[in-house]
């Protein structure tokens, strides 16, 4: 099958060696083909330079036109968006700025209220000891008479008893109370 393949392109070559080929050499270098030549190069070059300059050229100017705009309208979105971004961060950041002092300002107020209920009720605990501590002193001082009154009746009592059992007379009591309460008051002068 080789041998096939390569006879028939000898022939094929030989073939067009003598269909194309000239006997006076290559038609190019001939003068007399010059003015044909020139003419379809010049017609040919028009036809593509148009074709060229009239077809592809406004598409790729186009297209090149497209994308430049295309990028500058992408770095100028890609600037507002940043823009956006830093102004969002500035407003981001005094918002946190102002919730720190907003805490700040109700935690101070909340320890101001606190102090000032903790104050109040500190005076009003202070002022109802000193209400019931008075109560008291008042209660002692009366339980202080009322004992002394009971004292001064019994010591009365006990000393017309003493009297009647040592003299075995009857005394008056109001002589003998009158003696036991100088002598109370006396003595009790001396320790209030």
Same mark, same amino acid.
């Given at each position: 099958?080789?041998?096939?393949?390569?006879?028939?392109?000898?022939?094929?070559? $030989?073939?067009?060696?003598?269909?194309?080929?000239?006997?006076?050499?290559?038609?190019?270098?001939?003068?007399?083909?010059?003015?044909?030549?020139?003419?379809?190069?010049?017609? &040919?070059?028009?036809?593509?330079?148009? $074709?060229?300059?009239? =077809?592809?050229?406004?598409? =790729? %100017?186009?297209?090149?036109? /497209?994308? *430049?705009? !295309?990028? +500058?309208?992408?770095? #100028?979105?890609? #600037?507002?968006?940043?823009? %956006?971004?830093? #102004?969002?961060?500035?407003?981001?950041?005094?918002?946190?700025?102002?919730?720190?002092?907003?805490?700040?300002? &109700?935690?101070?107020?909340?320890?101001?209220?606190?102090?000032?209920?903790?104050? !109040? !009720?500190?005076?009003?605990?202070?002022?109802?000891?000193?209400?019931?501590?008075? =109560?008291?002193? *008042?209660?002692?001082?009366?339980?202080?008479?009322?004992?002394?009154?009971? @004292?001064?009746? &019994?010591?009365?009592? %006990?000393? @017309?008893?003493?009297?009647?059992?040592?003299?075995? %007379?009857? $005394?008056?009591?109001? /002589? +003998?109370?009158?003696? $036991?309460?100088?002598?109370?008051?006396?003595?009790?002068?001396?320790?209030?």
């Amino acid at each position: 099958m080789k041998s096939f393949y390569f006879a028939f392109c000898i022939a094929l070559t $030989v073939y067009a060696t003598q269909s194309f080929g000239a006997e006076a050499g290559m038609p190019q270098l001939n003068p007399e083909f010059w003015a044909a030549q020139i003419f379809w190069l010049l017609l &040919i070059f028009s036809i593509l330079y148009i $074709v060229i300059w009239k =077809i592809f050229l406004p598409k =790729i %100017t186009d297209s090149i036109e /497209n994308r *430049k705009s !295309k990028v +500058v309208n992408d770095l #100028n979105e890609a #600037n507002k968006l940043k823009e %956006t971004a830093e #102004n969002k961060l500035k407003e981001y950041n005094l918002i946190i700025e102002q919730s720190k002092k907003d805490a700040k300002k &109700i935690f101070q107020d909340s320890k101001k209220e606190l102090d000032q209920n903790i104050e !109040k !009720k500190r005076s009003k605990f202070n002022e109802e000891i000193e209400k019931e501590i008075e =109560i008291v002193e *008042k209660e002692i001082i009366k339980l202080k008479h009322s004992s002394l009154e009971s @004292v001064s009746k &019994i010591a009365t009592e %006990t000393s @017309v008893e003493l009297i009647k059992q040592i003299i075995d %007379t009857e $005394v008056n009591n109001s /002589n +003998v109370s009158a003696i $036991v309460n100088e002598v109370s008051k006396k003595k009790l002068g001396n320790t209030i």
